[in-house]
């Protein structure tokens, strides 16, 4: 690196004049871990690059979507291709057809789906959803698990068991999340105590799977269960939302993932994103005919896009499905994935640094702390200082984690045993001093 003008300081400089924060979307400014974002000017495979020319080994891959590492040549073909075609139309295409199929193939749990540009959108229709085909209000979800930023949604455990919650943005009238309840995950008590109480008024509940949005964290088989049981004991709908997870832990998501260890188990209601996108704003959310029959034009719960089911985006993550669903993808990509955690523990056990980490397929997370946490209170005892530490030593030995030590963190099929291995090895130059 030169020691002229920091380009990306620049960008950030001007960037915040007119973009809030100098972003446009709050975690990529850097707040938790300070210093400069890296305003990144392209990315090819594993790799990305900033505004300096500082190569940099991505495991963000945009937060998820970018499974096949960056510009895999069959998804940039299928887009120049689609893109030549028009960009959008606002009307019906054999090409979205097409994808709803794909994703019906590959997680049988739902009938139909409905595609929309983002993951908040389908996890907020989910929810109208779940309501309009119970007719009932509450809905429940837990500590440390995101599902998009709909009002509904952004909401904090209130005090005491079984609570309902308050607000976590300015501009969220308590109102809103009145019929939000919010429960510690993983806490089979809690929902035991919360169907018994108001069973009859739940609508659905809703949970990320492996919860990607406080770092990386299992649902216990048994708590998943419980749900699972729970729901159907009471008619109430089951969303899993695997925004995150989907096409990401296994080819069938997450669901496929705890069917193996709950014979029979399918949720109502699920929430795709990213990698049915890969890389274009594309998601999705889907269910049993008699549930889906509910969402307009058919039944009476409203929900629209002007670019939903968008032309390219749709050819994108076509062709990235395509690319996933070759045998053995998951076995090498789940391979590749244990390695760089299993690196990174034998590193941090060498230097006696308190480490703990865990994956599924793609996705990963690790933590400075000596057993995996199963709550989001335990991830957040981590010391943030001594994160910190570790996230600007590895940026600046060229490797990309997530700026916060509540976020999952991605493999692609692009890293290489080589790119892991120099990952471990940087990990290990900052354990020396942790
Ligand atoms: N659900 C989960 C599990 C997510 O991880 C995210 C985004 N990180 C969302 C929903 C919201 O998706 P989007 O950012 O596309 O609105």
Redesign the pocket.
């Known amino acids: 690196m030169t020691t002229h003008t920091d380009l990306n300081q620049t960008l950030f400089e001007r960037a915040k004049h007119v973009i809030p924060g100098g972003v446009n979307s709050p975690v990529r400014a850097f707040r938790a871990v300070g210093g400069t974002p890296r305003f990144i000017s392209r990315a090819q495979g594993a790799y990305i690059w900033d505004a300096n020319g500082q190569k940099y080994i991505d495991y963000i891959g945009s937060?998820?979507p970018m499974i096949l590492g960056h510009g895999h040549p069959a998804v940039v073909e299928a887009v120049q291709k689609a893109v030549l075609e028009g960009f959008s139309y606002g009307a019906p295409t054999e090409r979205e057809v097409e994808l709803a199929e794909e994703i019906l193939k590959i997680m049988p749990s739902m009938d139909m789906v409905r595609l929309v540009s983002?993951?908040?959108?389908?996890?907020m229709s989910a929810i109208r959803l779940a309501r309009g085909a119970t007719g009932r209000k509450t809905i429940l979800k837990f500590e440390g698990?995101?599902?998009?930023?709909a009002d509904a949604l952004l909401v904090k455990a209130g005090s005491g068991l079984a609570t309902f919650g308050n607000p976590t943005s300015a501009g969220v009238p308590p109102e809103v999340v009145q019929h939000t309840m919010v429960l510690e995950y993983n806490n089979v008590e809690q929902i035991e105590a919360a169907f018994a109480e108001h069973g009859q008024e739940i609508a659905c509940i809703i949970i990320?799977p492996i919860a990607?949005?406080m770092n990386f964290v299992r649902a216990s088989v048994p708590f998943m269960k419980r749900c699972r049981e729970l729901c159907t004991a009471n008619g109430a709908l089951l969303i899993l939302?695997e925004?995150?997870t989907g096409f990401r832990v296994a080819l069938g998501g997450a669901q496929s993932v705890y069917a193996k260890a709950i014979p029979g188990f399918e949720p109502d209601i699920t929430?795709m994103?990213?990698v049915i996108g890969g890389g274009m704003p594309l998601?999705a959310f889907g269910a049993k005919r008699a549930v889906m029959e509910h969402l307009a034009p058919l039944g009476g719960v409203y929900q629209a896009g002007t670019l939903s089911g968008n032309p390219i985006a749709t050819a994108c993550g076509l062709a990235t499905l395509k690319e996933i669903s070759k045998p053995g993808f998951y076995d090498e990509l789940g391979r590749k994935t244990q390695s760089l955690i299993s690196g990174l523990k034998s590193a941090a056990a060498a230097e006696g640094v308190a480490f703990s980490g865990d994956s599924q397929g793609g996705m990963m997370g690790f933590f400075l702390l000596d057993t995996l946490p199963s709550t989001y209170k335990e991830v957040m005892t981590t010391d943030g200082a001594k994160f910190n530490q570790l996230f600007h030593g590895l940026l600046d030995r060229g490797v990309y984690i997530a700026p916060a030590l509540y976020e999952a963190g991605f493999v692609s099929a692009a890293h290489t045993d080589e790119d892991i291995a120099a990952s471990v090895a940087a990990a290990h130059d900052i354990f020396k001093s942790l």
Not at 145 to 149: D, K, R, S
């Open positions: 937060w998820g983002s993951g908040t959108e389908a996890g698990c995101y599902h998009g930023h990320e990607g949005n939302d925004v995150m929430v994103g990213k998601a």
